[in-house]
């Protein structure tokens, strides 16, 4: 088959993920297309195009700055047609807008002429230009979001250190949720106001834990994200030591709720000593309980116990974690033949991965491997027979696609090829809800879900983080996944926990209580 290879550039011109996401799929739809991309010029994007044949000479020159619209098709009036569509989407916001109306500002310079009382800036940016955006945006006075990766532990170093010499915050790189004052900021999730501050070196670790608060009836007054490498050895806990700082005066936080994967354990130490003496629970997933800790800090090893640690400070009643929306659990173990015995994980979250690595290691019976970097870290190939959970929102899953939470279509695939596996038993998921998130990821997969466990196919254990006013509605999510045959639990945590007794055979209600 002979394809036709036809790209459009566009230099220096921005459009966030979504919209990428947008032109991508109206081209895949579109009649003779057999591949597209919509997408920035990154190094790894430009490789990809190159590899797949695409003339180099047309990406001569392109930058990270630039967009590009490529499609692969059967003859040249399809590929066109399809790039015109993609263009008309992608743009459209553009070409709507009130022509009365100012257009966008090009630079934070003008976004300030405009809104001149504007106090946090959000920057998603090519890695190689985030840090000189954000130093800009702290020059101005400018609390920081940054949501770019690809930020060198250098510039990161010199970012937190100019915050702190302002007074400032800078929560990233790579840090996709805060909420300040009740405002949420990037992947973030609709909660009450409460006493409970939240410090997270870990996006959906921090949305876990506002979602549990909110849904066991307390509220958050802050949630300070900081980035994933902030409490390394090399970043030293720059941004915890100021959030902490921040949150112990703050007069509406009473308790501060530390969430992280594996810190450094001397920078561990010394920002749970920054609590001195106030209310602090540090749920740092994995951690070894018998970890010394100074006064007034309690110790948690997931982001479950963590939030029950939580309101037990604060005099609150425990809720009932051993909840399973769907079927009844004997019924769904009688449908897992014998020779199906191992758990496949697909999560868009990557900290919610993490935890379940954490809780299936003491919980399941057999060893089970990941994609995140610590796993790797531990030198732990996969066999081909073996348990895996996969972090799609891994740099290797997302390198020239938006992120899982919001493009739906990868997981789809690993999901129907996990569900075509006659060894898989048990697969676990992830739905991230909230602001940012996919409009309505339940009616996307409990369709799917529902064919492979009618076709005999492995189990299905869905974890949804979210609430009610989220914009998907948890409520509304969980029935739908439930009515398909999905069990969904109460916490991620119980989630893993479920998945390992499936595939053990020994799952009851008891042993989840």
Known sequence: MTLIFTINMYPD???????????????????????????????????????????????????????????????????????????????AARNETNPMAEATPTSLDEALTRQPNSN??????PGEYAALEAHKALANGLDVLLFSDGVTLEDEIALKD???????????????????AGIGLGFA??????????????????????????????????????????????????????????????????????????????????????????????????????????????LANTLESGVLRTLEILGEPLPDTSEVAGPDIPSVL?????????????????????????????????????????????????PADASILLDLGEEEYTRGRPHPMIDLDAR????????????????????????????????VFAPICQKIMEAGGPQIVVYVLGTDLDPQHYTSQVAALAKAGCLVPATNARAAILAAHLADRNASHETLA
């Open 189 to 298: 999730n609709v909660v009450r106001p409460g006493p409970v501050g939240v410090v997270a070196a870990a996006g959906t670790g921090a949305q876990e834990a506002m979602a549990l608060l909110h849904r066991w009836g307390v509220g958050v007054s802050h949630v300070i994200g900081l980035g994933g490498r902030d409490l390394s050895d090399k970043i030293d806990g720059r941004m915890a030591r100021l959030a902490i700082r921040a949150l112990r005066n703050d007069p509406q936080t009473k308790v501060i709720l530390f969430v992280s994967k594996p810190p450094s354990e001397r920078v561990a130490k010394e920002v749970m000593a920054l609590a001195d003496g106030s209310p602090m629970v540090a749920a740092f997933m994995g951690i070894d309980m018998t970890t010394a800790t100074p006064p007034g800090v309690t």
């Open 334 to 382: 009688a449908k897992i033949s014998a020779d199906r015995t191992l758990i496949r994980g697909l999560y868009s979250g990557g900290t919610l991965c993490y935890e379940a690595l954490v809780i299936l290691a003491e919980a399941f019976s057999s060893p089970v491997y990941s994609n995140t970097p610590i796993n790797k870290k531990l030198g732990m190939p996969a």
């Open 120 to 125: 946090i800036a959000i920057i998603s940016v």
């Open 412 to 443: 789809i695939s690993f999901l129907e090829e996990a569900g075509a596996d006659p060894l898989v038993a048990v697969i676990l998921m992830d739905l991230v809800l909230g602001h940012g998130a996919h409009p309505d990821p339940a009616a």
């Open 162 to 180: 100019h915050a702190a010499a302002r007074n400032l915050l800078v929560m990233g790189p790579g840090a996709g949720t805060a909420a300040l």
């Open 13 to 91: 011109t921005y459009l966030d993920s979504v919209l990428q996401m947008s032109g991508t799929r109206e081209m895949e739809q579109s009649e003779g297309v057999q591949w597209a991309s919509a997408a920035m010029s990154t190094v790894a994007n430009i490789e990809t195009l190159i590899s797949r044949g695409f003339p180099s000479g047309e990406l001569e020159g392109a930058g990270p700055g630039d967009l590009f619209i490529a499609v692969e098709s059967l003859d040249a009036s399809s590929g066109e047609i399809a790039i015109e569509n993609a263009h008309r989407v992608m743009f």
